[in-house]
C-alpha cells in the first residue's frame, strides 16, 4: 500500500571472499576476483544503485568494512553471519537513516529453525549453515507505516529441492509471525534464493505463500536470476 512503499529495495549477493577463486569463474581475470579490486567496484555499484534498503547477502568484514563505507553513505545496518566457524560471511540488511527507523530484528539459522519440532519440512543429515535476517523498520515521516524486510541466502544445491522448500518455508513463517507482532504489516521477501523462475521454491513463494514477485510485476519478464524479491 501507499503508506508503506519505499523508493528503492535492492537485493545483491557481492560474493564472499572465500567464494571468489579462480576455479569458479574462469572467465573472469584473476585481478578481478580480488578484494581489494572488488570493494571499489562494489562501492560503486552501491552508490549507483541508490537504495533506501539494501539487501546484502555472502557478505564479510562486515565491521570491518561495510558498515564503515555505508555509515559514511548515510546507512545504518543490521547482520546474521552463518553459523559455522570455516564460514565468514553473513546476510546484512542496510537503511537510510535519514528515511528510517528499526524496531526490531530477528537472525534466522535456517539448521536450528527448520528441525524446530513444530515444523514438518524437511531437515537433512548435514549442516548447510545459510542464514536469514528480518528486520522491522518504519518510516520516519509516517509513524504508522512500518513494515518486515525479510533477507535470505537459501542453499545452493538444485538436487535438495526438499531442503531449499524447507528453508523458504521457515523464511515465510519467520516473516510472518514478525508482522504479526505489528498487527500483520506488509512484507518485502529478499535474497539470494539460488532458484530459478521454473523452480519449487518460486512456484511456492509465489503460490502457496501468496507473495508477488517484484520482476514479474514492474517488468512483466521473468529474468532467469537467482534472486526473487516479493510483497503480499
Given at each position: 500500500?501507499?503508506?508503506?512503499?519505499?523508493?528503492?529495495?535492492?537485493?545483491?549477493?557481492?560474493?564472499?571472499?572465500?567464494?571468489a577463486?579462480?576455479?569458479?569463474?574462469?572467465?573472469?581475470?584473476?585481478?578481478?576476483?580480488?578484494?581489494?579490486?572488488?570493494?571499489?567496484a562494489?562501492?560503486?555499484v552501491?552508490?549507483?544503485?541508490?537504495?533506501?534498503?539494501?539487501?546484502?547477502?555472502?557478505?564479510?568484514?562486515?565491521?570491518?568494512?561495510?558498515?564503515?563505507e555505508?555509515?559514511?553513505?548515510?546507512?545504518?545496518?543490521?547482520?546474521?553471519?552463518?553459523?559455522?566457524?570455516?564460514?565468514?560471511?553473513?546476510?546484512?540488511?542496510?537503511?537510510?537513516?535519514?528515511?528510517?527507523?528499526?524496531?526490531?530484528?530477528?537472525?534466522?539459522?535456517?539448521?536450528?529453525?527448520?528441525?524446530?519440532?513444530?515444523?514438518?519440512?524437511?531437515?537433512?543429515?548435514?549442516?548447510?549453515?545459510?542464514?536469514?535476517?528480518?528486520?522491522?523498520?518504519?518510516?520516519?515521516?509516517?509513524?504508522?507505516?512500518?513494515?518486515?524486510?525479510?533477507?535470505?541466502?537459501?542453499?545452493?544445491?538444485?538436487?535438495?529441492?526438499?531442503?531449499?522448500?524447507s528453508?523458504?518455508?521457515?523464511?515465510?513463517?519467520?516473516?510472518?509471525?514478525?508482522?504479526?507482532?505489528?498487527?500483520?504489516?506488509?512484507?518485502?521477501?529478499?535474497?539470494?534464493?539460488?532458484?530459478?523462475?521454473?523452480?519449487?521454491?518460486?512456484?511456492?513463494?509465489?503460490?502457496?505463500?501468496?507473495?508477488?514477485?517484484?520482476?514479474?510485476?514492474?517488468?512483466?519478464?521473468?529474468?532467469?536470476?537467482?534472486?526473487?524479491?516479493?510483497?503480499?
Open positions: 500500500g501507499g503508506d508503506w512503499l519505499v523508493s528503492r529495495v535492492v537485493s545483491y549477493n557481492v560474493l564472499a571472499k572465500c567464494y577463486k579462480q576455479k569458479h569463474f574462469d572467465a573472469c581475470k584473476p585481478e578481478h576476483l580480488r578484494w581489494s579490486e572488488r570493494r571499489t562494489l562501492l560503486g552501491v552508490e549507483e544503485l541508490d537504495a533506501d534498503i539494501l539487501c546484502l547477502q555472502e557478505v564479510e568484514d562486515y565491521d570491518k568494512f561495510w558498515v564503515k555505508l555509515s559514511a553513505r548515510g546507512y545504518s545496518g543490521v547482520y546474521k553471519k552463518r553459523n559455522s566457524d570455516r564460514k565468514y560471511d553473513g546476510c546484512a540488511t542496510f537503511y537510510r537513516t535519514d528515511k528510517y527507523e528499526r524496531l526490531d530484528m530477528l537472525g534466522i539459522e535456517f539448521d536450528h529453525y527448520c528441525s524446530e519440532p513444530r515444523s514438518a519440512d524437511f531437515t537433512p543429515d548435514f549442516a548447510t549453515h545459510n542464514v536469514a535476517l528480518i528486520t522491522v523498520l518504519r518510516p520516519k515521516d509516517r509513524p504508522g507505516g512500518h513494515f518486515v524486510v525479510a533477507n535470505a541466502h537459501i542453499f545452493w544445491d538444485p538436487t535438495y529441492e526438499d531442503l531449499k522448500i528453508q523458504a518455508r521457515a523464511l515465510v513463517r519467520a516473516a510472518e509471525e514478525m508482522a504479526a507482532r505489528y498487527q500483520g504489516v506488509p512484507i518485502i521477501l529478499a535474497g539470494d534464493f539460488n532458484s530459478v523462475p521454473t523452480s519449487c521454491v518460486y512456484s511456492y513463494i509465489t503460490s502457496a505463500a501468496a507473495f508477488s514477485s517484484a520482476y514479474a510485476t514492474v517488468s512483466k519478464n521473468l529474468p532467469p536470476a537467482t534472486a526473487l524479491e516479493a510483497a503480499p
